[in-house]
């Protein structure tokens, strides 16, 4: 086995040994080179949504993107708490795992490390804010990829929640209460959609919205307010954290 295929499988076993992403979003017809490596990518590169200092997809730039089979690129990050593997295939399709970064705040170091998040367990939380602005980002980024005519008419996505049976929402805005303990009591929590074009470039904030609702409620949390949240998603998009 070559070095990057034991670190690409050391990677995938320790974003799965915890709470972890999993993100498909593709052209619902497959054509098998569809695009080219060079443009894959470009076209990665080109569409990241750069709200946050970690973008997404991130990039790195001392170990950029590289192909990693006959027919596509990917990216392996392990660091400082951020474990990720994403792949944009020749036929449009874009894989994605990553940890849950509520998971891996004891890992952090210098000056990312937060003393008062060292002492949470792995698996003990969901953040709720984390988990609106990691749906944000994830249907910008399908929402920048329509507008490079990726697709035809239609696109699919599939997002999935693992390992979230026990886990509470917690803000880790300090200035924040729960005043309930919200729980889940399902481990996966998938999503699935095809997803009309024009319907992503239009509504692809409010569709976040929807799957960060819906994900609420699997923990228990039934009357969640909309309004609260999209404010959150526009302080996002202002940069305003």
């Given at each position: 086995m070559s070095e990057r295929s034991t670190q690409r499988q050391r990677i995938i076993e320790k974003i799965k040994s915890r709470g972890y992403w999993d993100v498909t979003i593709r052209p619902t017809r497959f054509v098998e080179e569809h695009l080219t490596l060079q443009h894959c990518r470009e076209l990665v590169d080109e569409s990241k949504v750069k709200l946050r200092g970690w973008y997404y997809p991130h990039i790195s730039r001392r170990h950029p993107p590289q192909v990693g089979g006959v027919d596509y690129i990917e990216s392996l990050i392990d660091?400082?708490?951020?474990?990720?593997?994403?792949?944009?295939?020749?036929?449009?399709?874009?894989?994605?795992?990553?940890g849950c970064r509520e998971d891996w705040l004891n890992e952090r170091t210098g000056i990312l490390a937060v003393p008062q998040y060292a002492d949470i367990e792995p698996g003990s939380v969901l953040g709720v804010i984390m988990a609106?602005?990691?749906?944000?980002?994830?249907?910008?980024?399908?929402?920048?990829?329509?507008?490079?005519?990726l697709f035809d008419r239609?696109?699919?996505?599939?997002?999935?929640?693992?390992?979230?049976?026990?886990?509470?929402?917690?803000?880790?805005?300090?200035?924040?209460?729960?005043?309930?303990?919200?729980?889940?009591?399902?481990n996966d929590l998938p999503r699935e959609k095809t997803i009309e074009v024009t319907e992503l470039l239009g509504k692809g904030r409010e569709m976040a919205l929807d799957d960060a609702i819906w994900i609420l409620q699997r923990f228990n949390w039934m009357d969640v307010s909309r309004d609260m949240l999209r404010e959150d998603q526009k302080k996002l998009f202002e940069r305003r954290l």
């Open positions: 660091w400082n708490g951020y474990i990720e593997i994403w792949r944009m295939y020749q036929s449009g399709q874009f894989t994605h795992l990553f609106l602005f990691s749906l944000t980002e994830i249907y910008e980024f399908a929402s920048r990829l329509a507008e490079k005519d239609t696109a699919f996505m599939s997002i999935t929640l693992h390992g979230m049976n026990n886990r509470g929402l917690k803000f880790f805005d300090e200035r924040r209460t729960l005043f309930e303990d919200y729980i889940c009591r399902i």
